[in-house]
């Protein structure tokens, strides 16, 4: 499957404690974004990279973070969680760099909750 | 401020119905909306964009600068287009880093 993997697709933890979400972006596309889609919430834009550098950024905790690999992919840092971080993340990717934009390719998610 | 408005979270219909999903969207420059949509089961996937101005599976959406909306139409919806539709902006120019906006989605519910 050369579409966008992201791993795990589950992932149960405590409060307090740090994961980290991988994203692997489709074959080509050189752009990452992060989204968190809670209840009621919808999807909202945390981070972008563009080829190994943050791009946008919306409204990410500073307790999470973000980073692009060379191989291009990209991980997801959540830590000091909180019951409210329980959510899906999703990650997508696109070939551009966004000076024109582009259709965004969606993963399947993963479903982080934190009890 | 970039905004996108859904105001239905929901919107029940009958098959062979006209189907009207509403957005709104607040942007000070040129905007480039979408509609996504997400079937059970499935990825998020790309409906249209109205640059594009195409119809797929007898959907269109009309971008009104006046009235900053973008609605998505279907004059007969089918079981099949039970989804979640989100709709989203990205701005358009250089500068632009290619992000989208989402609204808060509306889940259309076709009956038979």
């Known amino acids: 499957d050369s579409g966008v993997t992201q791993t795990p697709k589950h992932l149960i933890t405590a409060t307090g404690q740090r994961v980290t979400l991988r994203c692997s972006p489709r074959?080509?596309?050189?752009?990452v974004y992060w989204y968190q889609q809670s209840l009621d919430q919808g999807l909202q834009f945390l981070i972008q990279y563009y080829n190994g550098e943050e791009r946008a950024k919306g409204n990410i905790l500073e307790r999470f973070s973000a980073q692009q690999f060379p191989d291009l992919h990209s991980e997801l840092n959540l830590s000091s969680l909180e019951l409210g971080d329980s959510a899906l993340y999703f990650c997508?990717?696109?070939?551009?760099?966004?000076?024109?934009?582009?259709?965004?390719?969606f993963g399947e998610g993963s479903r982080l909750t934190v009890l | 401020a970039q905004r996108v408005t859904q105001p239905e979270k929901l919107l029940s219909v009958f098959k062979g119905a006209p189907v009207e999903l509403k957005c709104n969207y607040s942007y000070s420059g040129s905007p480039e909306l979408f509609w996504y949509v997400q079937y059970s089961r499935q990825r998020l996937q790309l409906l249209l964009r109205h640059i594009s101005r195409e119809s797929i599976k007898g959907f269109t959406a009309d971008l009104n600068k006046g009235e900053t909306s973008f609605h998505l139409k279907k004059p007969f919806a089918q079981e099949e287009d039970s989804a979640m539709y989100y709709c989203?902006?990205?701005?358009?120019?250089?500068?632009?880093?290619?992000?989208?906006?989402f609204g808060q989605g509306t889940t259309l519910q076709v009956k038979p």
């Open positions: 074959s080509g596309d050189l752009s």
């Open positions: 997508a990717s696109s070939v551009r760099d966004g000076s024109n934009t582009g259709e965004l390719f």
């Open positions: 989203a902006l990205s701005g358009l120019g250089s500068g632009n880093t290619g992000k989208l906006i």
